[in-house]
């Protein structure tokens, strides 16, 4: 897995980058095929922006945008954003692969 993280008009320090890194070894745990990740931190005007720009082998990418005043409360919602929405993709995953019910019937009726 390829990860880049790029701050722009902020400063990250190791604790940050450290706490972003092991959100996104975390993400790992979905078993999702993640081929990249790429985090830009952006300073605004009204606080700070994060972007996790996720791809995924044979699916479209995960993009989680957050604005928050607070660097780590951003990081924190877009980190919990981006775990829903792998989870919920994991779901549809997992369902896709699911047997129907029709197919146990036709199995229990033989």
Request: glycine share 2%; aromatic share 2%; no cysteine.
């Amino acid at each position: 897995m390829n990860v880049q993280i790029r701050a722009k008009g902020v400063t990250l320090n190791d604790n940050t980058r450290a706490h972003i890194e092991s959100a996104i070894e975390a993400f790992k745990k979905f078993q999702l095929d993640i081929t990249s990740v790429h985090v830009n931190v952006v300073a605004e005007k009204k606080g700070v922006s994060i972007e996790f720009d996720i791809h995924i082998a044979h699916a479209n990418p995960v993009v989680i945008n957050q604005t928050d005043d607070v660097l780590d409360a951003a990081i924190d919602l877009a980190i919990d954003r981006a775990n829903k929405a792998l989870r919920r993709l994991h779901t549809k995953v997992i369902d896709k692969q699911a047997v129907s019910v029709k197919d146990l019937e036709v199995l229990d009726a033989e």
